[in-house]
Each structure stands twice: as structure tokens, then as C-alpha cells.
């Protein structure tokens, strides 16, 4: 992971506010017609707000390959940017400049790449809508007239002096002795060659769930249900869908009919996910492996305050804390597309979680108590040993939800996305 990544991520914890989050608006994504000969671009934007403050996701889609990427923006409400994370993040006035991270600059036509920050605001927390990439408008718009005459004057005063300076100084010196001690164990193998578990839903023959899957109600069976689709599926012809309903007697999932004992120290779990309600406040689960070294219990991943969290159901710890700055380290899960969730459990108690293959810090208990993610998680002595893997939906408050999944992959490897 990138040094000054972390330091972003650290400050990004003691600059959240004590207040309450108070919930999730999604700008969407538009796309527009083409800017220029070479194609259009997108910005998907969504953000997580409490009174006061507020992270931000987005997604950058360039209509042609880029080799570094600039985008900027003028805020409508004089918002203010605090941290950033996966890009470099500057504020002049109301005008915002994001450049790339060095590990997402490189992107092929229509490429997505992802950043976010936290900032702060006052009155309204209206959406920016004059994205430029690249001296492009995106999502439709009007490229700016200016653009011509006014990216120049910026750029050799801001990047020239400080990124040329700044990246070859430390990205040689860093890259190599950071990411090859923190990731070896963690890369992807790109296949399903040493899972205990792979599957595509593509041999399922009718709607209801068979061979590798059983459909399974924890507590009463009431209106959830759970079946296979052949309308939707991220790759072939199938999926698993699971209509989510609000209360217990609602619960379902589909259980993997295989059994994870065998994986003894680390386990890899991968899908992909796609559904169609924001999470809400209230606690929800869409993942579900029961523990046999903590009763029987399950570890359970999901959702609250609208964001992604682990949920221990023997203590009901969270990963990470609710609180403000907490959630704000963890990441929305977005509707209306496939996503890639990864998570890594040891039997020596610690969690890594992946979204789209980034680390999502809220979602990391490393074995030293941080205060705001894993703080809480580790106040008890835990070594999971999971036995089962169940996909579904449980909602404890409210948040009823209709979710596909589909690529499901558990190893004692990463397998990636």
C-alpha cells in the first residue's frame, strides 16, 4: 500500500466528526454524448453524509486510454476537501483538481477508475455536475471554453514542480519495499485450481437452487425467497437472486453444500454482487459463515448506516466502530452494477476486506486495536474457524433489498477479480 495512502487514511480517522451519519445519496451515472472525436467520459459520484461532513466515492470512466488523468469540478455549495485517498486531491476556491494515484492512472477506453475523500460542508450538500476530464466534460456536458487557456496556465505551475519532484523521489524507493512485503499472500490467482468451493451458477437446470447450493431460512420461512436467475448474471446465463424482505421470519440464503473445513488458517472468499436498494442505517447481513470456534455463531458481512460492515453475532462487534469517523472508513456498496467483494478471515483473528480489488481500510482488523475500526472488534481473544458459506439477506431494522450474486469462489488463496 502507497505510504502516503495511509497517511491519508490515518488523518482521515481523526478528522471525522462526532456526529451521526445520518445516510447515503447516490448522484448515479450518466453518460452523455461523446466530447470530442475520441468518445466520452463518465463520473459516478455517491456520498455518505453526516451534519457537518460527508466521504465521497467516484468512479472515473475515460471514453479513451489514458496514461494519467486529471479531473476537476466546482463545488455549487462551498464544500471544502479534508483527505483523499487513491488520487491527489487539491482545492482552489471552489475549483477541486484530482490527479491519479500511481497505480490507477494507467486505463483502457471506458476503464474505470475509483478514488474518495472525506470533506466537510455547511447548508447543502449539493453534487457537483461540472465534471472535466481531461479538459472533456463528462456526463454530457459542454466542455469548457476556457479549457484551453486555462489548463496550461495551472498545470506547469502546480504538477511540473510538485509531482515530478515528488513521485520519482518516492514511488521507486517505496513501491518496492512496501507492496512486496504486505501483499505476496495476498495476490490473486486468477483461478479456481486450489478452491474448495467455485462455482457459476451455470449448471443450476431449474429456479430453484440444486447440486452445489441449498436454499435454507434461519428463522421462519415468510416472503424471502431465493432463486436462480437466467435474466441477469455478471458471466453465462446465471445467478443467484434473493428477494430480501424486513424481519426475522424474512431471512434467507443459499448455502454453499460444500463445507470449509478444510481451509485451516485462511480463508478466501470471493463474489460478485449486484443489488438494487442503497443500504440503509439499520444492520443488515448479505454474507453469512458460522464459526465453530466461537459457539457455532455466525460472522456475518453486510451493512449500517449505509455502509459495509462485519458484524460478529457472538458479541455483535462491528468492523468497523459505528461511529462518524469508523463508517467514514468503510465504503458504500453501490446499486444497479456487479462488484467484487473479497475478504480474507485468519484463524489468527485478523480480516482484510477488498471491494473491486481495493483494500477498504474500515474493513481491516490487523491485530492492534485502532480506535474507530478494530478497536471494538478486538476486545475479545477470537480465532474463527468457519464452517459454511451462505449468501442472502437478513434486515434487523428495516431495508428490504434484491440482490444477484454470482462468480462465488472460497480457497485458501486469493483468487481476485
Known amino acids: 500500500m502507497h505510504r502516503r495512502t495511509r497517511r491519508w487514511r490515518t488523518a482521515l480517522a481523526a478528522a471525522a466528526t462526532a456526529a451521526a451519519v445520518v445516510g447515503t445519496t447516490l448522484a448515479g451515472v450518466v453518460v452523455g454524448g461523446a466530447a470530442h472525436a475520441a468518445g466520452s467520459c463518465q463520473v459516478a459520484w455517491s456520498t455518505s453524509s453526516w451534519p457537518g461532513g460527508f466521504t465521497a466515492d467516484v468512479r472515473v470512466t475515460p471514453g479513451e486510454a489514458t496514461h494519467g488523468w486529471r479531473l476537476t469540478w466546482t463545488w455549487p455549495s462551498g464544500q471544502q476537501v479534508t483527505q483523499a485517498w487513491s488520487s491527489t486531491v487539491t482545492q482552489s476556491g471552489s475549483r477541486v483538481t484530482v490527479t491519479n494515484a500511481p497505480w490507477n492512472g494507467e486505463l483502457r477506453a471506458n476503464e474505470t477508475a475509483s478514488f474518495g475523500f472525506q470533506g ?29 487557456t486555462q489548463e496550461p496556465t495551472e498545470e506547469p505551475t502546480q504538477e511540473p514542480t510538485v509531482e515530478p519532484t515528488q513521485e520519482p523521489t518516492e514511488e521507486p524507493t517505496q513501491e518496492p519495499t512496501d507492496e512486496p512485503t504486505q501483499e505476496p499472500t495476498e495476490q490473486p490467482t486468477g483461478d479456481c485450481s486450489t478452491a474448495v468451493f467455485c462455482d457459476g451458477l451455470e449448471t443450476q437446470t431449474s429456479a430453484t437452487p440444486s447440486g452445489a447450493w441449498t436454499v435454507t431460512y434461519p428463522d421462519c420461512s415468510g416472503s424471502g425467497r431465493a432463486v436462480v436467475d437466467s435474466a441477469v448474471a455478471r458471466t453465462g446465463s446465471r445467478s443467484l437472486r434473493v428477494d430480501g424482505a424486513v424481519g426475522y421470519c ?102 482484510t476486506t477488498w471491494l473491486d480489488g481495493e483494500v477498504v481500510t474500515g474493513l481491516v482488523a490487523d491485530g492492534t486495536p485502532t480506535h474507530d475500526i478494530d478497536g471494538q472488534w478486538l476486545n ?38
Open 120 to 148: 466537510t460542508w455547511s447548508g447543502t450538500n449539493t453534487a457537483p455536475t461540472d465534471f472535466v476530464l481531461d479538459g472533456v466534460a463528462c456526463n454530457g456536458g459542454t466542455t469548457p471554453t476556457q479549457a484551453p
Open 250 to 351: 424474512n431471512h434467507v440464503f443459499v448455502q454453499a453444500t460444500t463445507p470449509l473445513t478444510s481451509l485451516t488458517s485462511s480463508t478466501y472468499v470471493r463474489f460478485w454482487v449486484r443489488h438494487s436498494t442503497a443500504l440503509p442505517v439499520s444492520h443488515t447481513t448479505f454474507l453469512a459463515m458460522k464459526d465453530a470456534a466461537d459457539g457455532n455463531r455466525d460472522l456475518r458481512m453486510g451493512g449500517q448506516n449505509a455502509a459495509l460492515q462485519w458484524n460478529r453475532s457472538s458479541d455483535d462487534a462491528t468492523l468497523p466502530e459505528q461511529s462518524p469517523a469508523g463508517v467514514a472508513l468503510s465504503r458504500p456498496l453501490p446499486t444497479g452494477s456487479w462488484h467484487c467483494v473479497e475478504a480474507l478471515v485468519q484463524s489468527a483473528g485478523r480480516v
Open 380 to 417: 475479545k481473544a477470537w480465532s474463527p474457524r468457519l464452517t459454511d458459506l451462505r449468501l442472502g439477506w437478513e434486515s434487523y431494522g428495516d431495508g428490504a433489498d434484491t440482490l444477484w450474486f454470482d462468480d462465488v469462489v472460497v480457497a485458501g488463496t486469493r483468487t481476485g477479480c
